[in-house]
């Protein structure tokens, strides 16, 4: 794709999931120059709600990213590169959407989508860094602020790897 845009996107859930403090992130990227475009991090939902996870914080991510694009011309033909294995592979038809919590946020991002040319491409972790350190440093200051420390993540204490 000539001249496209490149979008990564994070979220995480922490400091458990369900029920942490849901952060989604973007990067915005021009294609040709490789010059930071946009980028953004926040609150996915409601922190310590039970019905906030990891996948609505990623789906977030994706969503505010393609309004963001929307929002700023010119970017016809976007490539969205996520560490989510169920947002990538959901957008791609290869899993079925079968969350019914998963499916409004489905559905609103590949209503974003309608009118770009786009590809979605999954990328481990660590091609994703930058998008991961925007939700992280959001996540760290979110809780200095609100929590009054920072809380460690489940991979800070090998609840996941």
């Not at 952060?23 to 946009?38: C, K, N």
Request: aromatic share 12%; proline share 6%; net charge negative.
């Amino acid at each position: 794709m000539a001249n496209a845009i490149q979008i990564y996107f994070d979220g995480l859930c922490e400091p458990k999931n369900p029920g942490g403090i849901p952060v989604y992130a973007f990067i915005v990227y021009d294609s040709d120059s490789g010059r930071i475009l946009g980028q953004e991090a926040g609150l996915a939902g409601e922190p310590w709600s039970r019905d906030v996870t990891h996948n609505l914080a990623e789906y977030t991510g994706a969503i505010k990213a393609v309004k963001w694009v929307r929002e700023h011309p010119p970017g016809v033909e976007l490539l969205l590169y996520g560490d989510s294995e169920l947002v990538i592979n959901q957008l791609n038809k290869i899993y079925k959407v079968k969350s019914q919590r998963m499916r409004p946020l489905y559905n609103e991002l590949v209503g974003q989508l309608e009118g770009f040319s786009w590809k979605a491409v999954w990328v481990p972790r660590e091609n994703n860094s930058e998008a991961d350190k925007l939700a992280n440093e959001f996540y760290r200051e979110y809780c200095i602020t609100h929590e009054g420390k920072v809380m460690p993540t489940m991979r800070e204490t090998g609840a996941i790897y």
